[in-house]
């Protein structure tokens, strides 16, 4: 079963702190068969299907204006070019940070897509804010001319989400992109426009986790206990083999092959719950591995020593093979090995 671009609005957003405005268009978007799949390639490969949000608001869900424009949109896909004046609309009064850029606003309707292993409708929310130049070659009588364009790149969209026709009453299911802001004002999508938190499953709880227990092992360990960078770096390491040979993950099990100590488990228990307390989440003692948070996550074990004079030493394996001292000259790092390669 193939995934169908049936229905698209397009309107234009700026920056409300510029006033830049909103310019709505009168109907959806008419669309050639040619166009509606370059669309739909532009729109669905810039997802990464495995990290999931639910739309949510403090007061109710009913106060999400995602949530209701996506439930009317479900309910009748011929609503949508309504339901997205009202969130074209709704983007603008979130669009304050003075760095954010205006661009044009997508919303479009998708039949048959496939959600772990599910066929859904889902609808996509999109913004492109930023334009490549491009090179236009014209060939006529012998001659060759350029010209230059500006235009959508696409190969990177900025800002997507994409939301499922599933969990309803939870806030459906969301995946979401944002390529482009990274600072403070890149809230103003996922938070002020959206609003959403974080599905709670395997993925959710393994990303979760690994950040957590990395967090202990950087942050916390060195307060309370002895410990070297090479130490911190060992147990990074053994964290990171025991989530790529397990296939599920069990609280006592990972403390007791990974952290071993009692008096530093205690401690990796009590910062848990201190951790789950301050970020507002909740880690499952047991649960499924997510192979693709864990390869997402893995990235972020930096294990890295920095000395002086711009000196790294990456330790990607054995413990054993290294050995810090001090002598008359300074403090020191030897390292062991059998060959060169």
Not at 317 to 334: L, M, P, S, T, V
């Amino acid at each position: 079963m193939e995934t169908k671009l049936t229905h698209i609005a397009l309107h234009l957003v700026g920056n409300k702190s510029e006033e830049e405005g909103v310019h709505l268009a009168k109907s959806n978007v008419s669309l050639d068969e040619e166009m509606r799949n370059i669309l739909t390639k532009f729109f669905l490969n810039a997802f990464n299907i495995g990290e999931f949000f639910h739309l949510y608001h403090d007061s109710g869900i009913e106060y999400n204006v995602a949530h209701g424009a996506a439930s009317k949109i479900f309910e009748d896909p011929s609503s949508l070019h309504e339901e997205s004046v009202k969130l074209a609309r709704h983007l603008y009064e979130q669009s304050t940070h003075p760095k954010i850029k205006g661009g044009e606003f997508y919303v479009a309707y998708f039949s048959d897509c496939i959600m772990s292993g599910t066929t859904v409708d889902a609808i996509g929310i999109f913004k492109t804010e930023n334009k490549d130049t491009f090179l236009k070659v014209q060939h006529s009588g012998g001659k060759m001319n350029l010209e230059s364009e500006q235009g959508i790149n696409i190969k990177k969209l900025d800002k997507g989400c994409l939301i499922f026709n599933k969990d309803r009453e939870e806030g459906y299911v969301v995946s979401i992109v944002d390529n482009t802001n990274k600072g403070t004002e890149a809230l103003y999508w996922t938070d002020d426009f959206l609003h959403v938190r974080q599905r709670k499953d395997e993925y959710a709880n393994t990303q979760n986790v690994m950040a957590m227990a990395k967090n202990f092992v950087t942050q916390e360990l060195p307060k309370e206990f002895e410990v070297s960078k090479a130490d911190q770096i060992d147990l990074l390491n053994k964290s990171l083999q025991f989530f790529k040979d397990k296939d599920t993950f069990d609280i006592e099990e990972f403390a007791n092959e990974v952290i071993e100590q009692s008096a530093v488990i205690e401690s990796f228990h009590n910062f848990k719950k201190n951790y789950e307390a301050d970020n507002d989440i909740t880690i499952d003692d047991n649960f499924a591995i997510s192979n693709n948070a864990f390869k997402k996550q893995q990235r972020s074990y930096k294990r890295v020593i920095r000395l002086d004079d711009k000196i790294q030493i990456i330790i990607d394996g054995n413990r054993d093979h290294i050995e810090q001292g001090e002598d008359a000259k300074g403090k020191y790092y030897k390292v062991y090995y059998n060959e060169e390669l």
